[in-house]
């Protein structure tokens, strides 16, 4: 059995595609080797370190996956202490040696601000994830970065990755003097929720704001006009994730996996910036 503990709310977990496609790739490997997922929600951070302790204590579990890695994070190292086997999805660089598989977030931003700079947009919004996530800053540094050498104005508004939220931020971007003339989204969820509202409000998607999400998913395929979205194969994330684990319970030694290559998949919502448009 492989453990995977998420930290959030149940409801928008039954919701977030990633997470599903992610379990269905690792027990693609895991299931022919005998294993399966464990997936457990809990309410915070003390609630996540205790089910490891239960786990370790119980052998519950005979390895971790261990998401949404924070600055400075705790978890690595208490799992290390339980002796708990651990694979890390996401860039770590603290002081446990526990094997992770690291995907090219960075270089994902970079291809997306080149493609709305070509499309001739000069200011981009970004609704982020929560800002204490390894890969909500890493997104942030390359785009603030890239802004500064395309010579395009970004603007940041943080969020929670929920619909709600992610639909508000997209609002406060576009009620500011001289809005954005396009929004780059840290989820499928934030970005559909927040087409549909500005669509029906009477936005025009994409002649007055382009929008793409960092995750692709049925959600943006089906979304009106359909989401453009940086796609990540995230079945064979979860199958690297899946080998990665097998590895540690054979006893290899600590590596970095590198994750599946981030691509563009450009749809109907992304479009030349508005002054361009004749």
């Given at each position: 059995?492989?453990?995977?503990?998420?930290?959030?709310?149940?409801?928008?977990?039954?919701v977030e595609p990633f997470?599903?496609?992610?379990?269905?790739?690792?027990?693609?490997?895991?299931?022919?080797?005998?294993?399966?997922?464990?997936?457990?929600?809990?309410?915070?951070?003390?609630?996540?370190?205790?089910?490891?302790?239960?786990?370790?204590?119980?052998?519950?579990?005979?390895?971790?996956?261990?998401?949404?890695?924070?600055?400075?994070?705790?978890?690595?190292?208490?799992?290390?202490?339980?002796?708990?086997?651990?694979?890390?999805?996401?860039?770590?660089?603290?002081?446990?040696?526990?094997?992770?598989?690291?995907?090219?977030?960075?270089?994902?931003?970079?291809?997306?601000?080149?493609?709305?700079?070509?499309?001739?947009?000069?200011?981009?919004?970004?609704?982020?994830?929560?800002?204490?996530?390894?890969?909500?800053?890493?997104?942030?540094?390359?785009?603030?970065?890239?802004?500064?050498?395309?010579?395009?104005?970004?603007?940041?508004?943080?969020?929670?990755?929920?619909?709600?939220?992610?639909?508000r931020a997209a609002r406060?971007?576009?009620?500011?003097?001289?809005?954005?003339?396009?929004?780059?989204?840290?989820?499928?969820?934030?970005?559909?929720?927040?087409?549909?509202?500005?669509?029906?409000?009477?936005?025009?998607?994409?002649?007055?704001?382009?929008?793409?999400?960092?995750?692709?998913?049925?959600?943006?395929?089906?979304?009106?006009?359909?989401?453009?979205?940086?796609?990540?194969?995230?079945?064979?994330?979860?199958?690297?994730?899946?080998?990665?684990?097998?590895?540690?319970?054979?006893?290899?030694?600590?590596?970095?996996?590198?994750?599946?290559?981030?691509?563009?998949?450009?749809?109907?919502?992304?479009?030349?910036?508005?002054?361009?448009?004749?």
């Amino acid at each position: 059995m492989i453990g995977l503990v998420l930290t959030a709310s149940a409801p928008r977990v039954g919701v977030e595609p990633f997470f599903i496609e992610l379990v269905s790739g690792m027990e693609e490997v895991l299931v022919p080797a005998g294993a399966t997922v464990l997936l457990l929600v809990v309410h915070d951070l003390a609630a996540e370190l205790a089910t490891y302790a239960r786990w370790a204590a119980e052998g519950t579990v005979d390895a971790v996956v261990v998401v949404n890695l924070v600055h400075d994070d705790v978890r690595p190292v208490r799992l290390t202490q339980l002796g708990l086997p651990a694979v890390l999805a996401g860039r770590y660089a603290g002081p446990a040696a526990l094997s992770s598989v690291v995907s090219d977030n960075a270089g994902a931003i970079s291809a997306a601000m080149r493609l709305l700079r070509e499309l001739g947009h000069r200011r981009i919004g970004r609704v982020s994830g929560p800002a204490e996530l390894v890969h909500t800053a890493e997104r942030s540094a390359t785009m603030l970065a890239d802004g500064q050498r395309l010579r395009v104005e970004v603007r940041i508004a943080e969020a929670d990755y929920s619909a709600e939220a992610g639909a508000r931020a997209a609002r406060r971007l576009l009620a500011e003097a001289d809005p954005p003339t396009a929004i780059v989204f840290d989820n499928d969820v934030m970005a559909v929720a927040a087409e549909e509202e500005l669509v029906r409000s009477g936005v025009e998607v994409p002649a007055r704001v382009s929008l793409l999400a960092c995750d692709d998913s049925t959600l943006c395929e089906l979304a009106v006009p359909p989401m453009s979205a940086l796609n990540i194969d995230v079945h064979e994330h979860g199958v690297t994730l899946g080998r990665a684990v097998l590895d540690v319970l054979r006893g290899a030694r600590q590596r970095v996996y590198p994750g599946p290559p981030i691509r563009i998949r450009r749809r109907g919502s992304t479009g030349p910036a508005p002054a361009d448009r004749h």
